[in-house]
C-alpha cells in the first residue's frame, strides 16, 4: 500500500493550496481517508475526513470554512483543498486511510499513512 501526497509548498498568507494523496495497493472505495497535520514542537492533528462513498465530510472547527476534503474514487485520489491559508496552517500534511465505515479524528485507528508534504504558509 502506498499513499503518495503531493501539493505542498510556499504560499502567502491568504492564499489558496490544495493537496492530493494518490493511493495504490488498496481497494481505494473501502477506504476512509483522512488528512493530519503536524507543525514542528505540536502534535499531529486531524484536519478532515471523508467517508468511503464522499458523501459525508469531517472538518473540525480549527479549519472548518476553510478547508474541505474531497475525493475521486476513479482516480483513488483524496484531495485537501485550503483556503485563506495562515501562518499557523504551516506544517506537515499526511493522509492516512482506514478500512472503516467511520471516519475517526483518532490517528491510532488509521491504517496506513502517507510520507508526507510540507506546507508553509508566509506572513
Known amino acids: 500500500v502506498q499513499l503518495q501526497a503531493s501539493g505542498g509548498g510556499l504560499v502567502q498568507a491568504g492564499g489558496p493550496l490544495r493537496l492530493s494523496c494518490a493511493a495504490s495497493?488498496?481497494?481505494?472505495?473501502?477506504?476512509?481517508m483522512g488528512w493530519f497535520r503536524q507543525a514542528p514542537g505540536k502534535e499531529r492533528e486531524f484536519v478532515a475526513g471523508?467517508?468511503?462513498?464522499?458523501?459525508?465530510?469531517f472538518i473540525p472547527e480549527t479549519v472548518k470554512g476553510r478547508f474541505t476534503i474531497s475525493r475521486d474514487n476513479a482516480k483513488n485520489t483524496v484531495y485537501l483543498q485550503m483556503n485563506s491559508l495562515k501562518p499557523e496552517d504551516t506544517a506537515v500534511y499526511y493522509c492516512a486511510a482506514d478500512l472503516s465505515s467511520v471516519v475517526y479524528r483518532d490517528q491510532t485507528l488509521y491504517d496506513y499513512w502517507g510520507q508526507g508534504t510540507q506546507v508553509t504558509v508566509s506572513s
Open positions: 495497493g488498496l481497494t481505494f472505495s473501502r477506504y476512509v
Open positions: 471523508i467517508s468511503r462513498s464522499g458523501v459525508n465530510t
